[in-house]
């Protein structure tokens, strides 16, 4: 069963219910969607981020932003936020109190 109105959705998120099937959620459920919908879920959305960075490789854009990066992978405001980033998870590795 789908929900096909937000106001479906809302309701069947006040219920406790999976906003896709309509299965019972566990208590305290953070997600919207039961594991089993959210299992469903995941490779499709990967396969669509994969073929979105592939396309946008291929046609000379930052891989993440899609802006042009001038023959790179990335544009230079999102490389410098992708090397802060490796960085610190790299300065807090060695340190060892990256999480996993």
Known sequence: ?????????TLARALG???R???PLPEA?????CEKC???QRPASH????????NRRQAGLCIRCGEPSDG?????PCA??????????????REGTWRD
């Open 21 to 23: 099937c309509g299965d």
């Open 17 to 19: 219910l999976c906003t």
């Open 38 to 40: 959210r299992a469903v």
């Open 1 to 9: 069963m789908q929900f096909s109105s937000e106001r479906e959705r």
């Open 80 to 93: 410098d936020e992708f090397n802060a980033y490796q960085n610190e998870r790299n300065r807090r590795i």
């Open 47 to 54: 396969a669509f981020v994969t073929r979105r960075r592939k």
């Open 72 to 76: 790179r992978i990335r544009c230079r």
């Open 29 to 33: 459920c953070a997600f919207r969607w």
